[in-house]
């Protein structure tokens, strides 16, 4: 955290940084081609890290100190700039965000690590994961290996 003095006001502000892991491990550079028909160059994982924790979401949304969650080490750190947005204030906007982010909501294809990383994002500097990252599952479920798995996806995932 730093403080910013200027002549009109002065703010704390807190960097943003998202850790992008690849969960396949290089896997999907190497076998996508073949299995999907389609070359897709990671299974993307994302998390924030802000106000010295990393928050993601699987069962529920979830926090640790950076780098130490399951997902192993990031393959990227995108530096999401600076938020004004104070840790009491992020945590009410993590409290409102249960509904859509919980133990039961999680789907692969539909509302998953990433989605909320881009919303999370999105709330506390105003931009959007890189497009690579949010279009996974249509590029997915766009190839003919996807449109087979899909629906059995859809099905594991409904409650």
């Given at each position: 955290q730093k403080k910013n003095n200027n002549s009109t006001m002065?703010?704390?502000?807190?960097?943003v940084k998202i850790y992008v892991y690849d969960l396949?491990?290089?896997?999907?550079?190497?076998?996508?081609?073949?299995?999907?028909?389609?070359?897709l160059e990671g299974l993307w994982h994302t998390a924030v890290v802000v106000h010295g924790k990393e928050f993601f979401f699987g069962q529920g949304v979830?926090?640790?100190a950076p780098g130490t969650t399951p997902a192993g080490r990031p393959v990227e750190v995108l530096d999401f700039g600076d938020t004004e947005i104070p840790p009491d204030m992020f945590a009410d906007f993590l409290e409102d965000m249960k509904h859509k982010y919980n133990d039961?909501?999680?789907?692969l294809l539909a509302n998953n690590c990433n989605n909320f990383s881009n919303d999370v994002a999105e709330f506390l500097t105003g931009r959007a994961l890189p497009e690579h990252i949010t279009s996974l599952p249509g590029?997915?479920?766009s190839t003919p290996l996807g449109m087979m798995l899909?629906?059995?996806?859809?099905?594991?995932?409904?409650r």
């Open positions: 002065s703010s704390t502000t807190y960097p396949s491990q290089g896997m999907m550079r190497q076998m996508s081609a073949a299995l999907l028909g389609r070359q979830q926090s640790a039961t909501s999680y789907h590029h997915f479920a899909v629906p059995m996806i859809n099905t594991m995932f409904q």
